[in-house]
């Protein structure tokens, strides 16, 4: 009877288990994490709560501070709202921002995973989505998209951009853009990135005047307008408009040469950080033939963005969002002889990564 009706429901939608999965190998995190940690049972649900996830509990429980940022004093300006505004919106009221985060997570588990099944790339195709899914949980650093970070929120947002552009709904695509710009700093190039691959690329047979005053281009001013009223609020709340920008050199990011960090060896964790980069750069130049012209463009300018900031700290998890290469990748293991032996390895090495980022808090586990 319970696969008879779960045959119903995957008929019906798609993603069913896509979602199941995804449920599953949440709960597979939490009690690998039990295992691995200190404490182990006793932690609950605060396994997920590691290094940055700190900022968004604090923002959670406390705010932002109502003073500008100081030089060397590290504070929560860099952390964008959306995520802990998520998580206390969940907790009613009532539950901790692990109990909180750890709902949400499902929540954005189960629309991510549903906006999968609505791109035209896979055409509601179970098989393709669920083969997708299998290699894009397996590749290195993934488990930073279940834990409390802003990955997942990142990602499912991007994705459900994309099926509002290609399924033209229009007030879908401008509240989507308004909510990218304040789930990440990186939210207003993001937006601008998808708007030469989508609208402007996609009809530069028009008028170019024509495309930039379309009216998909004009939904996209919902972006900046975002980034214009969260500046406004940090301004009366406390006195610095532009507080995340000149927060963030305290973190040892600050604009200029982008090879700077490429350069960075002080010690053995930086020679890891940067020999990961170059690989990731390695294997995106290997396949992004297999990209469009447009899809090349902001697969390029978006892993290439970050360098920018003169660090390559938590650059993997940057990369882990741009999700043009991974669709390409997925479907080139998919494709090999070795794809059962390809993710065993991948899963072996997410599983190991995760583990040392639930004991260890080094430069490696940001």
């Known amino acids: 009877m319970f696969w008879s009706f779960r045959n119903k429901l995957t008929h019906k939608y798609p993603f069913t288990n896509g979602v199941l999965l995804l449920f599953a190998v949440k709960l597979l995190y939490l009690i690998l994490g039990w295992a691995l940690s200190n404490d182990h049972f006793a932690e609950g649900l605060a396994v997920f709560t590691r290094n940055d996830s700190f900022w968004y509990m604090k923002i959670f429980q406390e705010g932002y501070p109502t003073i500008p940022p100081k030089l060397w004093v590290c504070d929560a300006f860099p952390f964008f709202p959306l995520y802990p505004i998520l998580i206390k919106i969940t907790s009613f009221g009532v539950f901790s921002f692990d109990i909180s985060a750890f709902f949400l997570s499902f929540i954005l588990l189960f629309f991510f995973a549903k906006g999968i099944s ?93 495309s930039l005053f379309s009216k998909q281009s004009l939904l996209f001013i919902a972006a900046p307008l975002s980034l214009l009223s969260y500046m406004v609020y940090l301004n009366l709340h406390c006195g610095d408009a532009f507080a995340f920008n000149h927060s963030v050199i305290t973190w040892g990011r600050t604009w200029g040469n982008p090879f700077r960090g490429f350069v960075d060896l002080r010690d053995w964790n930086y020679y890891v950080l940067t020999g990961l980069t170059i690989l990731l750069l390695f294997f995106t130049a290997i396949y992004t033939k297999k990209l469009d012209r447009g899809e090349r463009i902001f697969q390029w300018c978006m892993a290439i963005f970050p360098f920018f900031s003169g660090l390559l700290v938590s650059y993997y998890r940057y990369f882990m969002v741009v999700f043009p290469i991974h669709f390409v990748w997925a479907n080139e293991i998919n494709t090999s002889k070795n794809r059962r032996l390809m993710i065993a390895i991948f899963a072996t090495i997410n599983l190991i990564t995760y583990g040392y980022w639930v004991i260890n808090h080094g430069i490696l586990s940001y």
């Open 118 to 210: 609505k791109l035209e790339y896979f055409q509601n195709d179970q098989t393709q989505i669920m083969l997708f899914l299998m290699v894009w949980l397996a590749l290195p650093f993934h488990y930073f998209f279940f834990v409390n970070y802003t990955e997942l929120l990142f990602l499912t947002i991007l994705i459900w951009i994309i099926v509002s552009i290609e399924q033209n709904k229009s007030i879908q695509l401008a509240s989507l853009l308004y909510l990218l710009v304040l789930s990440r700093p990186t939210g207003l190039v993001t937006a601008l990135l998808i708007w030469i691959w989508k609208v402007l690329l996609k009809n530069e047979k028009r008028n170019l005047v024509k």
